[in-house]
Structure formats: C-alpha cells, structure tokens
C-alpha cells in the first residue's frame, strides 16, 4: 500500500483494487492485505455495486490514480481507517470537486479539517487551483470544517450549499 500523505496524527493512502477486493471479501480481509483496523462506517463498508464501480474506474482510467481516487483517512497511531477523502475528479481548467465522509464517533476531534488540510495542499502541488465542496444545509459540522479550510460559500443551488476555494 502507498501512503499518500502524512500529517501530525493521520496517513492518507489511496485505495486500489486490492483494497477494494479485500473489502468485498470481508474485514478481516482488509485487516490481513492491508494491515489497517477498518472503523470508517459506511464510509468503508458501502453497497459492493459502489465498491465495484469505484474498482472498475480505477480499472479504466489509471491514470487518475493516485490524485481523483478515495483516499483511506487512517489514524497514525493505531492503524485505523475512520473515513475518507478524495477529489472527484483530475482537475478541469484547474477545478476539481472534493468530498469527504467519516464515522460520527470521531467528529469534533479534528480529523477532517486536517485530512482536508493535506489534500489541498497535494492537489494544489498537483494542478488543482480552485477546489469546490457542497454540502447539506443542515450539516453544520461540514460548513464548519470548509470554513476553517478556507472555502467561502458561492451559492445555494438544489438545497445543497456549494463553497469553493481558490487553492493558489
């Protein structure tokens, strides 16, 4: 496994499709290939149609790899995976979108502002100079954490609140 990034508390690392192929075969699986507590929810554990359609794009298209795939957001001290975070796609006349999930146990600690943190700056280093997010409009906590981010709010569009950031 490659890890992506590293910060003060947590390793990013990209998933693959032996990650992928682990899950669908069971968590201790994943735990065996790749060495990692999986407590990320339902952020790790979706539909296997969504497991496979991730698989089948990292399968297609490699070359978005590592940049536009999910990111396993892994606590450094205790190898486990709490969510993830990824760019949705390789950057457009420099525009990617960005989206992020992570178990409600480990809210309020952080770990997202810092997960969000790094993968600004790694695709900023990567052609990425405006960044977009949407959220819920009652999801405060995620309002919070692109606020502190730097992201502004552009508009309200189909009940969801779209921010961008502009990462230069």
């Known amino acids: 496994m490659k890890t992506l990034l590293e910060t003060e508390r947590l390793i990013l690392i990209p998933i693959d499709a032996e990650i992928i192929d682990a899950l669908l075969e069971s968590n201790d699986c994943f735990n065996h290939v790749s060495g990692l ?4 929810g339902e952020y790790l554990n979706p539909h296997p149609q969504y497991l496979l359609k991730i698989r ?7 070359e978005e790899y590592p940049l536009a ?4 957001i892994v606590i450094r001290d205790t190898r486990t995976v ?3 975070i ?9 525009v990617s979108e960005i989206g992020y999930g992570m178990n409600p146990v480990y809210w309020g600690k952080g770990y997202m502002s810092e997960a969000l943190k ?9 052609g990425i100079s405006e960044v977009i997010a949407d959220t819920t409009m009652d999801n405060i906590r995620s309002q919070n954490v692109l606020k502190r981010n730097g992201f502004v709010l552009k508009e309200e569009k189909d009940g969801k609140l779209i921010f961008i950031r502009d990462n230069t």
């Open 37 to 40: 507590i999986n407590d990320a």
């Open 86 to 94: 990824y760019f949705k796609s390789l950057p457009l006349n420099g």
């Open 69 to 72: 795939v999910d990111q396993l």
């Open 56 to 62: 089948d794009r990292l399968l297609a298209h490699p």
């Open 118 to 126: 790094a993968m600004l700056r790694y695709g900023g280093e990567n």
């Open 82 to 84: 709490i969510g993830t």
